[in-house]
C-alpha cells in the first residue's frame, strides 16, 4: 500500500511514520507550509519542518513540503478573525482539519496516486452500524482528539489512516526513543500555530485585522451596568478573566455577547448553564433513531454530557439530560455513541433558554 503521513514535526506524527514504514507501507512524508506569518508555536515553523524532515532521513522516506499557505488563509485565518468579528469564537484546528488536511491534502494524495493518509492523531477509525467507518476515540483518554477529527465523513475515512490510535502517549515517545527518532522528546503544540505570543497574542493579532469597540459589561440578572471591557470582539462566551470590576458580586462569567451593542452580559456560573443548544450545520455520519441517548463534547478535553437530539425544521437542538456550562457560539459539539463520533454541528448564536 502506498501512503502519504502528514507529518507536522511531532513526535506523534513521527511516531504514525515509522509504524507505516514497519508495516511494510511504501511511505512519503509530507509537511504543509500554512503559515508565513510570525509563529512561535505549534506546527507552522521553520524548526518544525526540519524536525519532519529529519525524522523522515532517519526513516529512510522521502519528505516533501507542500504549500497551502493561500489556501490555510482563507479557510482558517481570514474565517477565524471574521468569527470574532461577529461575536464567535471559532476552533481553527477543526477548521484546518476539514478545509486543509482531509480535504486539499487527500485530494491531491489520491491524484498523487496515493492509497490513503497517515495522520498522528490520537484517535481510530473502525466499522461503525452497517460497517461504515465511523471516527472513534483514541485509547489514550488524555489525549484523545476524535473531536477535532468529528467532521469527517465516510468518504474521507476510508482513505484515512490513524496508527497510533491504539497507543498512549507514554507508549508513542517509547516508540520513539526506541528508534532514536529526533522528535521523541519534543512537547506536544498546544497553541494556536498562527498566534505568536511574542508578537502580543490573540488580541493583538486580532486588533491588527479588525477594527476593535470597547464595550460595557452588563449584569444578567438586573442589567446594569457594572464595567467595561477594552475590546468587546476579544471577549468569548464562558470568560472569566478580566470580567470581575465593578460586579461587587463575586466571579463574573461572559453569559453573551453582542457585537453590535457593545455589550457583554456577565453572571454568575450558573448563569451559564443551559439544559438545551441551538446548533447549525449539522450532520450525521451515523443517524440513530429518534431519542436515543448520545453523548455530547463540546471542547477538546471537555467531559462529554448525555442527552438527546431534536430536529424542528432545519433547526437541530440537543437537549442535556442535566443543564450544562454553554459553549461559546462557534464551538464545535460532537455527538458520540459509544466511542464513536456519529454526528456534529456548531453552536449557533447567543440565544439564552
Not at 446548533?279 to 471542547?299: H, I, K
Not at 457560539?329 to 464513536?340: K, L, M, N
Amino acid at each position: 500500500m502506498r501512503v502519504m503521513v502528514a507529518m507536522s514535526g511531532g513526535v506523534d506524527s513521527s511516531v504514525a511514520a515509522a509504524l507505516a514504514v514497519e508495516r511494510g507501507w511504501t511511505v512519503t512524508g509530507v509537511t504543509l507550509k500554512l503559515w508565513g506569518g510570525q509563529s512561535d508555536s505549534g506546527c507552522c515553523s521553520v524548526s518544525d519542518v526540519e524536525d519532519a524532515r529529519r525524522v523522515s532521513a532517519s526513516l529512510g522516506i522521502a519528505h516533501h513540503v507542500f504549500d497551502f499557505s493561500d489556501e490555510f488563509d482563507r479557510h482558517v485565518v481570514q474565517p477565524y478573525v471574521d468569527a470574532y468579528a461577529v461575536g464567535r469564537t471559532p476552533n481553527p484546528c477543526i477548521e484546518c482539519n476539514r478545509h486543509l488536511k482531509f480535504d486539499r491534502l487527500l485530494q491531491r494524495a489520491v491524484r498523487l496516486g496515493f492509497d490513503a493518509v497517515v495522520t498522528g492523531h490520537h484517535a481510530r477509525v473502525a466499522a461503525g452500524p452497517g460497517g461504515a467507518p465511523l471516527v472513534h476515540r483514541g485509547r489514550d483518554a488524555a489525549k484523545d482528539q476524535s473531536y477535532v477529527l468529528s467532521m469527517l465523513r465516510g468518504e474521507q475515512l476510508r482513505r484515512v489512516l490513524l496508527p497510533i490510535g491504539d497507543l498512549t502517549k507514554a507508549e508513542v515517545r517509547a516508540i520513539a526513543a526506541r528508534r532514536g527518532l529526533a522528535t521523541a522528546a519534543k512537547p506536544d503544540s498546544l497553541d494556536t500555530c498562527f498566534i505568536s505570543a511574542a508578537a502580543g497574542g490573540r488580541e493583538a493579532f486580532l486588533a491588527s485585522r479588525i477594527a476593535v469597540r470597547p464595550g460595557r459589561l452588563v449584569d444578567h440578572a438586573t442589567g446594569a451596568v457594572v464595567g467595561s471591557v477594552p475590546s468587546v470582539q476579544m471577549v468569548t462566551v464562558g470568560q472569566r478573566r478580566g470580567l470581575g470590576a465593578g460586579s461587587g458580586r463575586g466571579r463574573r462569567y461572559a453569559v453573551s455577547v453582542d457585537i453590535d451593542r457593545g455589550e457583554v452580559r456577565v453572571g454568575g456560573r450558573d448563569d451559564l448553564l443551559t439544559d438545551r443548544l441551538v446548533v447549525e450545520d449539522w450532520q450525521w455520519t451515523a443517524e440513530p433513531a429518534e431519542g436515543t441517548r448520545l453523548w455530547f463534547q463540546s471542547s477538546a478535553h471537555g467531559a462529554p454530557a448525555p442527552g438527546t437530539v431534536a430536529r424542528t425544521g432545519e433547526r437541530v437542538q440537543l437537549h442535556f439530560d442535566m443543564p450544562q456550562r454553554r459553549p461559546a457560539p462557534g464551538q464545535t459539539v460532537a455527538a458520540y455513541s459509544g466511542d464513536a463520533v456519529i454526528g456534529s454541528g456548531l453552536v449557533s448564536g447567543t440565544r439564552l433558554f
